[in-house]
């Protein structure tokens, strides 16, 4: 099994930044794509933004220019730094990772989320 765990979100002021990690653990053989994704209360859960293993990224169109994802592939963790946060992207963020995990059968794939941290921002 393959575990995720997020940090970092909490309560912050609009225009103000924060940094969530993701951390993962276990028999992890290799980590392909890792993302955040974000769900506010209501509404569905959306890809915020995703990194593959060569360092690709790509962004939902109301982050572009405000949040940046990067990973240490080393550590197995994924970051995202978010900047000029705005009252809309209050939500819990979630992790997520997919990949390859040892098992007693061998090599097999896995897709992990996150428990969840909750981003809020407001005055």
């Known amino acids: 099994q393959v575990q995720l765990v997020e940090s970092g979100g909490g309560l912050v002021q609009p225009g103000g930044s924060l940094r969530l990690s993701c951390a993962s653990s276990?028999?992890?053989?290799?980590?392909?794509?890792m993302a955040w994704y974000r769900q506010a209360p209501g509404k569905r859960r959306e890809l915020v933004a995703a990194?593959?293993?060569?360092?690709?990224?790509r962004y939902v169109d109301s982050v572009k220019g405000r949040f940046t994802i990067s990973r240490d592939n080393a550590k197995n963790t994924v970051y995202l730094q978010m900047n000029s946060l705005k009252p809309e992207d209050t939500a819990v963020y979630y992790c997520?990772?997919?990949?390859?995990?040892?098992?007693?059968?061998?090599?097999?794939?896995?897709?992990?989320w996150g428990q969840g941290t909750q981003v809020t921002v407001s005055s």
């Open positions: 997520n990772a997919d990949g390859e995990t040892y098992s007693d059968y061998g090599i097999v794939g896995f897709g992990s």
């Open positions: 276990g028999s992890i053989f290799k980590i392909y794509a």
């Open positions: 990194i593959t293993g060569s360092g690709s990224t």
